[in-house]
């Protein structure tokens, strides 16, 4: 019955911009921490990004400053805003959520972010 969707993923230059959002249903509760984490074949996971219910975030240092996290006012929707994009962002973005004690309990599809040179 949980599912998080994740949608805003494609192609995109370097330097250019995309927007992934994710929609969580099926929870009683509203996830305490929404996040982001993003995998390349041959590198292992990676965590991005973080946001609780009550607002505060934090991130990697590898996306510090470019990448912004956000949630809806009904916490059921969580968003990652990407600029100034590098090849090296490629991945396949995943929408998790959780408790503070396991924040990454769910996870989504993934999406594919591909940023070309």
């Known amino acids: 019955q949980v599912q998080l969707v994740e949608s805003g993923g494609g192609l995109v230059q370097a330097g250019g911009s995309l927007r992934l959002s994710c929609v969580a249903s099926?929870?009683?509760?509203?996830?305490?921490?929404m996040g982001w984490h993003r995998q390349a074949p041959g590198k292992q996971r990676e965590l991005l990004a973080t946001?609780?219910?009550?607002?505060?975030?934090n991130y990697a240092d590898s996306v510090k400053g470019r990448f912004t996290i956000s949630r809806d006012n009904a916490k059921n929707t969580v968003h990652l805003q990407m600029n100034s994009l590098k090849p090296e962002d490629t991945a396949v973005y995943y929408c998790?959520?959780?408790?503070?004690?396991?924040?990454?309990?769910?996870w989504g599809q993934g999406t594919q972010v591909t940023v070309s040179s």
């Open positions: 946001v609780t219910s009550g607002g505060s975030t």
């Open positions: 998790t959520s959780g408790s503070s004690w396991w924040p990454d309990r769910y």
């Open positions: 099926g929870m009683i509760l509203s996830p305490n921490v």
